[in-house]
């Protein structure tokens, strides 16, 4: 068998090795705490990037839109009027 440590050096063991895992339990905290700090900014930019993007798909809709009800005519007329024009 192993000898036995004394009563006294283990207790000081053990409550050193305490104080290193809490310091190792708030490390890890601290760390958590930034990357959930980085999410929320990350998380921030890619909603205000998807709604420039519906933002823009809905112009680009509207758009369409009313080149669809001003009449399709009008661009081969001024597709035909580029081509005149240019000769």
């Known amino acids: 068998m192993a000898p036995e ?28 705490a ?9 998380e921030a930019r890619i909603e205000a990037l998807l709604a420039q993007a519906e933002k823009e798909q809905q ?10 009800s001003s009449g399709a005519s009008k661009p081969m007329e001024d597709s035909r009027e580029n081509r005149s024009g240019s000769t």
């Open 5 to 32: 440590k004394p009563v006294a050096s283990s207790d000081a063991g053990d409550e050193t090795d305490l104080a290193k895992a809490f310091q190792e339990v708030a490390k890890g905290e601290r760390a958590a």
């Open 59 to 68: 112009e680009v809709h509207e758009v369409k839109q009313q080149k669809a």
């Open 34 to 42: 930034a990357l959930e700090n980085q999410l929320s900014q990350m």
